[in-house]
């Protein structure tokens, strides 16, 4: 998440093609994993409830970006991927990011794509991990879609919903964007517990 960072100004500075962007990026590739993906889409389908942007466009275009990302990021994986295993940290990679991702990835198999998707950090290398194992591409492309669309789809509409819903819903960004980063981290927060009761 970028710190001190007003989402509805952002959003209305960067438009259609700038959300496709951060998306695509966040979705597929390595470097986009800091970027406040959940909250965008959250935000962007608030502003399309009170007219800034078309909900119609808007879903298609955050589909697709969603989708085409994870798509980019299992290329990559599948092309380069091995060589962030050999790769120093530096300001934009951890290797404990991919040693996270490839945890949850081989708790979950094949539904980790779907899973990963409303996990910050790890929906960025899942795909990376998925073409490094050489996951069948039409099984990923296929749990690739369903993720994409619930994700981008289902965040979006949950923001539209709840700003036609509810007068100046705008004002309650702050705490609303608490909440989704409450919702992200709690996987990452019961399989901390699950661990410490395992090791105890």
Do not use: C
């Not at 259609?16 to 590739?29: D, K, P, Q, R, V």
């Not at 390595?30 to 808007?58: K, R």
């Not at 050999?86 to 991702?101: A, P």
């Not at 980063?181 to 019961?190: D, E, K, N, R, V």
């Amino acid at each position: 998440m970028l710190p001190h960072l007003d989402l509805i100004e952002f959003i209305k500075t960067i438009g259609y093609l700038g959300l496709f962007g951060i998306i695509f990026a966040e979705s597929g590739l390595a470097i986009g994993f800091f970027l406040p993906g959940d909250s965008l889409l959250f935000t962007a389908g608030l502003l399309a409830s009170q007219n800034f942007l078309n909900i119609w466009i808007l879903i298609i275009i955050l589909a697709i970006a969603a989708i085409l990302g994870d798509n980019i990021g299992y290329w990559f994986g599948a092309k380069v991927g091995p060589a962030l295993f050999r790769r120093e940290d530096s300001k934009f990679f951890r290797k404990s990011h991919i040693e996270r991702t490839r945890r949850f990835y081989e708790k979950y198999g094949p539904r980790a794509i779907i899973l990963a998707r409303f996990v910050p950090i790890v929906r960025t290398f899942t795909p990376i991990l998925a073409g490094v194992g050489n996951m069948n591409y039409r099984l990923f492309l296929r749990y690739n879609i369903i993720g994409g669309l619930l994700w981008s789809v289902g965040i979006t509409l949950l923001g539209y919903l709840l700003g036609a819903s509810i007068p100046e819903a705008e004002h309650y960004l702050p705490a609303i964007t608490i909440i989704i980063i409450i919702f992200s981290i709690l996987p990452f927060a019961f399989e901390f517990i699950r661990n410490k009761k395992k090791k105890a």
